[in-house]
């Protein structure tokens, strides 16, 4: 059995949802997990969630930046076309974008596609619980803007 006190930081990732953070209590939660154990509790739709204690930070917001500017497809910049895409990606342990996938389209698949490639240059810090690095699931819009 879990045992426990006090308050951890969870990211809840639904199939196709949104990530979402809140305060857990964990006190009860032990009840709960062996509810799920004992295969009282249907887990086939299960979301996936991460406790973290601190959330990962992105550290090259420049070359993100730059990275958004040089995916930008040319000729939607050239025709004023822009738009925002919602992309959701894994930060592994070590900072790193390993998987991403578009959450929130733009409306245009050009430019969900740069945001999709653009993220990859990410570099974060990562998410930790107590001392120790995990990989967790974040979302991030990327916006392209005509000038």
């Known amino acids: 059995m879990l045992?426990?006190?006090?308050?951890?930081?969870?990211?809840?990732e639904p199939p196709g949802g949104a990530s979402r953070y809140?305060?857990?209590?964990?006190?009860?939660?032990?009840?709960?997990?062996?509810?799920?154990?004992?295969g009282d509790v249907d887990t086939s739709q299960a979301v996936r969630f991460v406790v973290h204690t601190e959330p990962p930070r992105l550290l090259n917001t420049d070359r993100l930046l730059r990275s958004i500017e040089e995916e930008y497809p040319r000729t939607l910049r050239e025709a004023g076309v822009g738009g925002t895409t919602v992309v959701q990606f894994l930060v592994?342990?070590?900072?790193?974008?390993?998987?991403?996938v578009v959450k929130?389209?733009?409306?245009?698949?050009?430019?969900?596609?740069?945001?999709?490639?653009?993220i990859r240059v990410a570099r974060f810090s990562p998410a930790r619980n107590r001392g120790r690095t995990v990989a967790l699931w974040i979302e991030m819009p990327i916006t392209f803007r005509a000038r």
Request: aromatic fraction near 4%; include cysteine.
């Open 104 to 118: 929130e389209s733009s409306g245009n698949a050009a430019l969900d596609n740069a945001a999709l490639r653009a």
């Open 92 to 100: 592994s342990e070590e900072g790193r974008v390993q998987e991403q």
């Open 3 to 12: 045992t426990g006190s006090g308050d951890a930081i969870v990211s809840f």
């Open 22 to 38: 809140f305060r857990l209590d964990m006190d009860g939660l032990a009840d709960r997990i062996e509810q799920c154990e004992s």
